[in-house]
C-alpha cells in the first residue's frame, strides 16, 4: 500500500539562548524553576536526548545531573530522574511536577549537602529550527529504510518534539502510520516506544524491530497488533 502524501522525515537543531539565570543551590534552583519559560524547562528535559544521541545516564534530565553531581544531593538527583516528561501534557504541567518534587525535598531537609566547588546551574531555553532531510516514504518498506538512515535528530523531531512541544499527541509516526497507511496495530506499538531511560539511537532501534516484524509478517497480519519493542 503507498501512502499520499508520503512521509516527508524532518531533522532539526536547537538555536540556544542563555537566559542569564543561574542557581547556586536547590533553593535556587526551586525558585528559578517557578520563574523561567517554559522552553527552559523543556531544553533541561526533553532536549536532554537531543544532546545525549547513543547514551542516556542514570540521570536522565539536566536537573537531576546537576543536583546529583554538582550538588552532591543523589536523594534529590534520583527523585528528578525517575520523572518521565512524556507523561505530561505539557512543559507547565512537568515544571509543577519538578516543583512539587523540590519543595517537598526541601521542606524535609535541615540543611541541604553543602559542596563549595559545585558549578553553578546555568538556565537555558532553546529555539528549535527544522532542517528537511529530503528523505520521504510512501509504502511500510520504504518508510522502514528510510528510518535506518536518517539522521538522528529527526527521530528527535519526530517523536520527542512532535509529542511534547508541537502538541502532536501521540507523535508523527505513529500519526502517519495510522492516518496514511491505515495501521492502528503499528501506530500503537510505535506509541508505546518511550525515549525515557534510552537515547534517539535505542529508539530507532525499538521502532525498526517493531517494522522488521510486521514487514516478515506481511499483509496476513495487518490489523494484529505487534509485541512491544523490547
Not at 547514551?55 to 537531576?64: E, K, L, T
Not at 501534557?89 to 523540590?102: G, K
Not at 538512515?149 to 529527526?154: C, L, N, P
Request: glycine content about 8%.
Amino acid at each position: 500500500m503507498a501512502a499520499s502524501p508520503p512521509f516527508r522525515f524532518v531533522g532539526c537543531i536547537e538555536l540556544l539562548e542563555n537566559l542569564g539565570v543561574k542557581a547556586q543551590d536547590e533553593r535556587e534552583l526551586l525558585e528559578f524553576l517557578r520563574r523561567v519559560p517554559a522552553g527552559s524547562v523543556f531544553y533541561h528535559t526533553c532536549g536532554y536526548f537531543l544532546r545525549h544521541r547513543i547514551f542516556v545516564g542514570p540521570y536522565a534530565n539536566d536537573f537531576a545531573t546537576w543536583t546529583a553531581v554538582h550538588r552532591g544531593d543523589r536523594v534529590l538527583g534520583e527523585r528528578l530522574a525517575v520523572v518521565d516528561p512524556f507523561d505530561f501534557a505539557d512543559p507547565e504541567q512537568l515544571r509543577e511536577e519538578l516543583i512539587s518534587i523540590v519543595s517537598d525535598h526541601l521542606g524535609h531537609l535541615r540543611v541541604p549537602p553543602r559542596v563549595d566547588d559545585g558549578e553553578p546551574f546555568h538556565f537555558v531555553q532553546s529555539h528549535v529550527v527544522e532542517i528537511p532531510t529530503g528523505l520521504e516514504a510512501r509504502t511500510l518498506a520504504e518508510f522502514r529504510d528510510r528510518l535506518a538512515e536518517v539522521e538522528a535528530s529527526a527521530i528527535y523531531y519526530h517523536t520527542v518534539l512532535a509529542r511534547t512541544r508541537l502538541g502532536r499527541g501521540a507523535g508523527d509516526f505513529a500519526g502517519w502510520l495510522r492516518g496514511s497507511l491505515g495501521r492502528d496495530d503499528l501506530a500503537a506499538a510505535v506509541e508505546r516506544t518511550d525515549p525515557y531511560l534510552s537515547s534517539l539511537e535505542r529508539v530507532r532501534s525499538r521502532l525498526l524491530d517493531v517494522l522488521d516484524a510486521a514487514l516478515d509478517a506481511g499483509p496476513a497480519a495487518e490489523g494484529r497488533e505487534p509485541a512491544a519493542p523490547a
